[in-house]
């Protein structure tokens, strides 16, 4: 997988200067576009298309300093409609337009090129079980929240302490099969998942039930499911075995991601700090 993965970044490197699709990497990682993306923020610790916007306007800096093309030259080349948006794009990321860099001989900022290696630390193995589930509903109340990668996430915590007691009761009653109890879901989830962008964040339940008029459902279909399991401090215990299950599991293993809900349930110790934790990715196998 590794390897595919370093073929697709080839051509994203071959191509800086043309239209690059995300379709046409996925082909040559042998993946889905869904998974790729996904894999590909994870691995990279940057969304595709910043990282491309970044290569892009890295491998134009040097060439502004050149001089060896104007600017509108340069701009077209790397895909912008005039030199007003190559500046503005050009501004964000080295903090100074490109016609005052080529005057001055500016220091400008360099996105590396990257490429995947694997690495094992460590003498742990992950736990985890694939599980067929048959379409249910998650039942419960959503709210549409920023993404928070480490520590404890505001606006979830405000929004769940804002839960009425009778209404948390209902939704746990609904729950009727596995994963048992109250969940954490997120749903409609960024492709970038950069700090800061937004997803709907489910506290409910999963139940074969009709949900009341008063709560919100979303119809999950059938499929396949990898369940991971860990124990650690809270809530990085949770965070990171998201982050472990796309770098490390998903390369070394015959399965993709596939669209849906992220399912996490969690039980706290007595004091709050530590926790339980299951994982809940849907999945579907690699298939050659």
Same mark, same amino acid.
């Not at 589930?133 to 249910?136: A, N, P, T």
């Not at 009778?166 to 209902?170: F, L, Q």
């Given at each position: 997988?590794?390897?595919?993965?370093?073929q697709?970044?080839?051509h994203?490197?071959?191509?800086?200067?043309q239209q690059i699709?995300?379709?046409?990497?996925?082909r040559i990682?042998?993946?889905?576009?869904?998974?790729?993306?996904?894999?590909?923020s994870?691995?990279?610790?940057? $969304? #595709?298309s *910043?990282?491309?916007?970044? @290569?892009?306007?890295?491998?134009?800096?040097?060439e502004?300093l050149?001089?060896?093309?104007?600017?509108?030259?340069?701009?077209v080349?790397?895909g912008?409609? =005039?030199?007003?948006a190559?500046a503005?794009a050009?501004?964000?990321v080295?903090?100074?337009?490109? $016609?005052?860099a080529r005057?001055?001989?500016a220091a400008?900022?360099s996105?590396?090129r990257?490429?995947? @290696?694997?690495v094992?630390? $460590?003498? =742990?193995s992950?736990?985890?079980r694939i599980v067929q589930?048959?379409?249910?509903q #998650?039942?419960?109340r959503?709210?549409?929240? /920023? #993404?928070v990668?480490?520590g404890?996430? /505001?606006? &979830?915590?405000?929004?769940? @302490?804002?839960?009425?007691p !009778?209404?948390?009761?209902?939704i746990e009653?609904?729950s009727?099969? *596995?994963?048992q109890g109250?969940?954490n879901v997120?749903?409609?989830?960024?492709?970038?998942?950069a !700090?800061g962008? !937004?997803?709907?964040?489910?506290?409910?339940?999963v139940?074969g039930? +009709?949900? /009341?008029?008063?709560? +919100?459902?979303?119809?999950?279909?059938?499929?396949?499911?990898?369940?991971?399991e860990? =124990?650690?401090a809270?809530?990085q215990?949770?965070?990171?075995?998201?982050?472990?299950v796309?770098?490390?599991w998903?390369? =070394?293993?015959?399965?993709?991601s596939?669209?849906g809900?992220? &399912?996490?349930?969690?039980?706290?110790s007595?004091?709050g700090?530590?926790?339980?934790? *299951? #994982?809940? &990715?849907?999945v *579907? /196998?690699?298939?050659d």
């Open positions: 997988m590794l390897e595919r993965l370093n697709a970044m080839e994203i490197e071959r191509h800086l200067d699709e995300v379709a046409e990497l996925a990682a042998m993946t889905s576009e869904y998974h790729f993306r996904r894999l590909f994870a691995l990279a610790g940057v $969304g #595709l *910043e990282y491309v916007r970044r @290569r892009r306007l890295t491998v134009a800096g040097a502004v050149a001089a060896e093309r104007t600017l509108l030259d340069i701009a080349r790397y912008y409609g =005039s030199t007003e190559f503005r050009f501004h964000a080295h903090g100074v337009g490109p $016609g005052e005057r001055t001989g400008l900022q996105q590396p990257m490429s995947f @290696r694997l094992v630390e $460590g003498s =742990s992950m736990r985890y589930k048959d379409g249910f #998650l039942v419960g959503k709210a549409r929240v /920023p #993404l990668h480490e404890m996430n /505001p606006a &979830i915590v405000a929004f769940v @302490r804002g839960i009425p !009778e209404t948390v009761r209902r009653a609904l009727d099969q *596995e994963p109250v969940v997120s749903a409609d989830v960024a492709d970038s998942r !700090e962008t !937004e997803l709907d964040y489910w506290y409910g339940v139940t039930a +009709d949900a /009341p008029e008063d709560l +919100d459902a979303l119809a999950v279909p059938a499929g396949a499911w990898a369940v991971f860990n =124990s650690g809270f809530p215990a949770v965070q990171y075995l998201w982050r472990d796309f770098t490390q998903f390369p =070394s293993n015959p399965y993709r596939r669209p809900p992220e &399912i996490s349930r969690t039980r706290l007595a004091d700090t530590e926790a339980d934790a *299951e #994982l809940w &990715i849907p *579907e /196998p690699v298939t």
